[in-house]
């Protein structure tokens, strides 16, 4: 069985607005072994609409839709549902009493445009929102199903969870699907293809009739997530199948593989400190707090980090951080030696199991010509022992400042864990 996610709204393809609902009803259907064939977003008119929903129709078996439910006069997904379906719109006596209760509840008044959300299509199945004002729609044609779902992501996630998914999984979830992710930093995409070049000969060869295998590469920048799927009747095999392809990609690139699963660089850094019982502190130049900004992005970040200095200025770096002023006189404050010495200014300010520290050139443009923008020296160390390394990036200034954090991290992580 395949499903396919129609999302409706001139605001996401105007780009003002991000689609989340598709990626979010996506993860869910395969983690329940419903494949999404396609994902087709349309505009707020009933024609784009309909072409949407008919060409919907011959790709899949369950169409979910997202979006253009509202009461005002851009939501058009029940008007062109109607048109599809060569159905009518009828008043639903129990939506409109449910919106009046809710309504009263909140001490406002119910207007016209509120009440036409009671106006549902007479083929649907009505099923009342119990987070929204929106109703969803469940409309069946020729055992094919589609299933409306407000834009508002709060709405459609709570709906689509809570209440429609054990639905779906009922009634179309057949065969078995698998995946392993595995996250990788520190390696170009392209490197680490030809790293796996073998591994993905053994996963196409893998592929016959009745199961299916592929190794996707979902780039962000700075990492990586492989993910191996398989598809199939036969569990056992598909999941020892996946089992094995694992095992030969960590084989051939493990040392830049850094978690299973999808803990992120900053949740794995926060576990290993955790485990250690490590603390850690930052010092950043370039990165203006980003780094720190990574790292208590994770819930519970106060069990290992202590803080951050963020010199900007040649003067913090002294006063702070220690940095000798003839060592910023002869070398600069993007180097090897100043790098060095943050690294022993942090941990001596914090007295922290470990320390972090960037300093380099974001761009776009650069006030040392011996030193083009993009250029970072990156240094973790502790008590013991220190590494220092440099990087040359050539994004826009917000995705190098991005890659100077990211690659911090990494080398945080091999540091800790004792790779060289």
Known sequence: ???????????????????????????????????????????????????????????ADLIITSGGLGPTKDDVTKTALCSYFHSELVFNQS???????????????????????????AVAEVITNDVGTAPIFWIEKQEKV???????????????EKVLLPRFIEKFSGGHISRTILQVIGIPES??????TEVENNIESANIDSEHYKLAYLPSMGTIRLQIIGSGTNKPNIEANIDRFKEQIIAAAGQYIFAEGDDDISTYIGKILRAKNATLSTAESCTGGYLAHLITSVSG???????????YANEVKI?????????????????????????????????????????????????????????????VGNKENMVVRSFQFRRNRIENIHLFAVSAMGMLRRFVVGES
């Not at 609902?21 to 993860?27: H, Q």
């Open 1 to 59: 069985m395949k499903a396919a996610i129609l999302v409706i709204g001139d605001e996401i393809l105007s780009g003002n607005v991000q689609d989340t609902n598709s990626n979010f009803a996506a993860r869910l259907l395969f983690e329940n072994n419903i494949g999404v064939a396609h994902i087709l977003t349309v505009a707020d008119t009933e024609k784009a609409i309909n072409e949407g929903v008919a060409y919907l129709f011959e790709k």
């Open 95 to 121: 939506i409109y009493d449910d919106l009046v209760a809710r309504y009263t509840r909140n001490n406002r008044p119910l207007n016209l445009l509120n009440r036409d959300q009671a106006m549902v299509p």
């Open 146 to 160: 589609l299933v409306t779902f407000p834009g508002v992501p709060s709405e459609m996630r709570y709906m689509f």
């Open 191 to 196: 490197d680490l293809a030809l790293k796996l």
């Open 301 to 311: 970040s106060s069990d290992y980090y202590q803080g951050s200095i963020i010199s």
């Open 319 to 379: 006063k702070e951080l220690g940095v000798s002023e003839s060592t910023l006189k002869a070398f600069g404050a993007v180097s090897e030696q100043t790098c060095r010495e943050m690294v022993s200014g942090c941990l001596k300010k914090f007295n922290t199991t470990y320390a972090v520290v960037t300093t380099g050139i974001a761009g776009p443009k650069s006030d040392n010509s011996e030193k083009p923008a993009g250029l970072v020296w990156i240094g």
